[in-house]
């Protein structure tokens, strides 16, 4: 059975930014990866990565980028057809990370 979609946008190579390493991050790492995106997942090096995020970091399928996430990585970790620009975030620290409600007001703006 496909996956289902939460919306109708083809998602072939698009970039998926997925902040935290715990099982939601893993959920999201493997939906993406199940809908044809390149998963890079932003968590600090000593965080405690989701065993199922660490197989698939071990076999090359998520990019771990070990550090804390920098506003920049919007505009940087993206396709170069689309400027570098990410093409979806999804944040996974829980709601009483500051990240978790201040990305909501983060807005890239085209050149």
């Not at 979806?88 to 050149?111: C, E, H, I, K, W």
Request: with cysteine.
């Amino acid at each position: 059975m496909p996956p289902a979609l939460l919306t109708a946008v083809d998602s072939t190579a698009h970039v998926h930014l997925i902040i935290g390493s715990n099982p939601l991050a893993g959920a999201r790492c493997s939906r993406a990866r199940e809908v044809g995106a390149i998963p890079k997942l932003i968590a600090a090096e000593e965080s405690h990565l989701h065993y199922g995020i660490v197989k698939r970091v071990e076999e090359g399928q998520v990019e771990w980028i070990k550090r804390r996430f920098k506003d920049e990585d919007l505009t940087t970790l993206g396709r170069k057809e689309v400027d570098y620009v990410v093409d979806a975030v999804f944040v996974t620290l829980g709601g009483r990370d500051p990240l978790s409600t201040d990305m909501s007001g983060y807005v890239v703006q085209a050149n």
